[in-house]
């Protein structure tokens, strides 16, 4: 997959969070425990490639990763965890808190989403400034 299309797919799947965003808030809860579930399955296949190229990746940005994901999974177990408990407590005000707790983290993995976003942005134009560079190389180099 080229750089070009890792960002198409990164644009389509931005686009499908806005779209899921959307419809959910119009649906029962037992529609968007269906969509959490759904979700969580593709997630998870989409993270096991990911993890296998990741571990393919060069020695020295696997420490970073692998830290990286061991936090954020961490994050959002302990969000899931938070939100399985109290789904069987009545209490209306820790139901708000509850619900406050996860649109605060949402918000944070956005955050982290964005940031990540930007470093492979950063990625990319260095990739291509090296490209361009190397192709001037050759193309400055006498043929042999």
């Not at 177990?77 to 996860?102: G, S």
């Amino acid at each position: 997959m080229t750089i070009s299309d890792q960002i198409d797919a990164l644009q389509k799947k931005v686009a499908e969070l806005k779209s899921s965003f959307d419809q959910s808030r119009h649906e029962t809860s037992e529609q968007i425990k269906a969509r959490l579930s759904h979700a969580k399955t593709a997630i998870a296949a989409r993270q096991t490639a990911v993890k296998d190229k990741a571990e393919k990746a060069a020695d020295h940005t696997q420490s970073q990763w692998k830290s990286l994901k061991a936090d954020a999974a961490a994050k959002i177990q302990d969000m899931h965890d938070r939100v399985d408990r109290k789904r069987d407590e009545h209490d209306v005000k820790k139901a708000e808190r509850d619900a406050q707790d996860a649109e605060e983290d949402a918000a944070d993995a956005l955050d982290y989403a964005t940031w990540v976003i930007d470093q492979a942005q950063l990625a990319v134009l260095y990739a291509i400034d090296a490209r361009t560079w190397a192709d001037e190389q050759a193309a400055a180099s006498p043929p042999r």
